[in-house]
């Protein structure tokens, strides 16, 4: 914990980091008005959150991760300046991905400089390094076509509604690519017919337990029995307090609405990164929790002594897809890239990392038995993804 925050006053730590203040006035902490008559240059943090009986630990993790964020869009803008303005293709992935993907770019871009003399300039970062929006950075170009010519992004942020008004229903990223798709996937409709977002993978989210914790709790089959009363403080989620896992949160809303979102809290006891969930499976800590959610990827890397079990929900595993966004009007000039994430090495790269691929010719290591559940593009387009996610996170400040 960044004690230092704690020892702050509010209009100090405002004052410093000033993108803190949504995070303050976003949970009704204190007003823009509180500070500004004073009331925030004499009360500290610490003093506040004890008053308002909010857990110091998540509160600070909320300001840090706002901070670090806010940093990173600095630095990414600097990135920009320096490369004329302009960004060709730019790429927020799984840690999982990014590195594979990053060796596999060098011979690509190599050969659009030799062949066609086509210079990208490029940025890649991992999700784990806390998430900087493309959608708030492409709402803030100044000139639509200084705009990333390809995107790839497993980011919900890209379905919110004012990214779609402002920036895809400009027609700015729209083609009529025909990709080949595995039949597995066909079913459960994560093509988008709309032609914007070309998904090539997914990343699905599984449960997994402690067999040494579960005692006589019984072993959940179904997104529902995790929010009966007998699974109260039993599970750790994907996230931290305030930010956790959209697709849970979404797919969950989507199934049982705004109980069914208090009922998971109640089922939460924790928010971890899966690295941490593995260490505290393999801990000798007698308390710790027994059911853990996190990306198929990770679930994988479980290895003795942990005694796992991997879970597939029987109504279903809430996937993310992995997605490409290119300008229609780029879509000649960089074919080789597209081909490149459409085909089956890409494919390859990421059923090997445990994010099953859609091309036909990539076998996707999923159960026999496994179901998938996608929420669908008219669900997504159908709301304020962007705004609906931070309400539900707003249920999970611990």
């Keep these: 914990m960044n004690k230092n925050l704690l020892e702050c006053t509010i209009q100090g730590i405002v004052e410093k980091y000033p993108e803190t203040m949504d995070i303050f006035t976003g949970f009704n902490i204190v007003t823009e008005e509180e500070i500004a008559q004073g009331l925030g240059a004499v009360l500290r943090l610490k003093t506040l959150l ?26 990414l803008s600097e990135v920009v300046i ?25 011979a690509i871009l190599k050969k659009l400089r030799v062949e066609k003399d086509i210079r990208l ?22 000139d639509i076509a200084d705009a990333p010519d390809l995107i790839v992004t497993t980011d919900y942020n890209l379905f919110n509604s004012k990214f779609i008004e402002q920036v895809m229903n400009k027609g700015l990223y729209t083609t009529s ?27 699905p989210v599984v449960v997994v337990i402690d067999c040494r914790q579960m005692g006589r709790l019984p072993i959940p089959k179904t997104w529902g029995d995790l ?10 989620l994907n996230g931290c307090s305030g ?10 809303y989507q199934q049982y609405g705004d109980a069914g979102i208090a009922a998971l809290r109640r089922s939460v006891r924790t928010g971890m990164h899966p690295s941490q969930m593995i260490k505290s499976m393999a801990s000798s800590n007698h308390d710790r929790p027994p059911i853990y959610v996190m990306p198929y990827f990770f679930a ?9 079990k991997v879970i597939w929900m029987e109504d279903g595993t809430p996937i993310t897809p992995l997605s490409y966004l290119v300008k229609a009007s780029k879509a000649e000039e960089l074919q080789a890239l597209i081909d490149y994430f459409n085909g089956p090495e890409f494919g390859r790269i990421c059923a090997g990392a445990y994010f099953p691929a859609l091309h036909p010719q990539v076998p996707h290591n999923l159960p026999e038995k496994a179901v998938l559940k996608w929420l669908g593009w008219d669900y997504i387009r159908g709301q304020d993804t962007g705004k609906l996610l931070a309400r539900l996170n707003r249920n999970f400040i611990m």
């Design 121 to 142: 300039n490029y940025y890649m970062w991992s999700c784990s390094n806390d998430v900087l929006y493309f959608a708030d950075y492409l709402q803030q170009v100044e």
């Design 177 to 203: 690519l025909q990709q080949p798709v595995h039949s597995t996937f066909n079913t459960i409709g994560i093509v988008d017919r709309q032609g914007w977002y070309n998904v090539v993978a997914i990343n």
């Design 300 to 308: 994988n890397t479980i290895s003795p002594p942990v005694e796992a």
């Design 50 to 75: 004890s008053i308002k009986k909010i857990n110091p630990e998540s509160f600070i993790s909320l300001l840090t991760d706002k901070i670090e964020d806010t940093e990173q869009y600095r630095q």
């Design 227 to 236: 929010l009966q009363p007998e699974y109260e403080q039993k599970v750790v």
């Design 243 to 252: 930010d956790f896992d959209d697709i849970i949160l979404l797919t969950i």
């Design 82 to 106: 320096d490369n004329q303005g302009v960004f060709n293709f730019v790429a927020q992935l799984p840690c999982a991905l990014n590195l594979p993907l990053n060796w596999a770019l060098q």
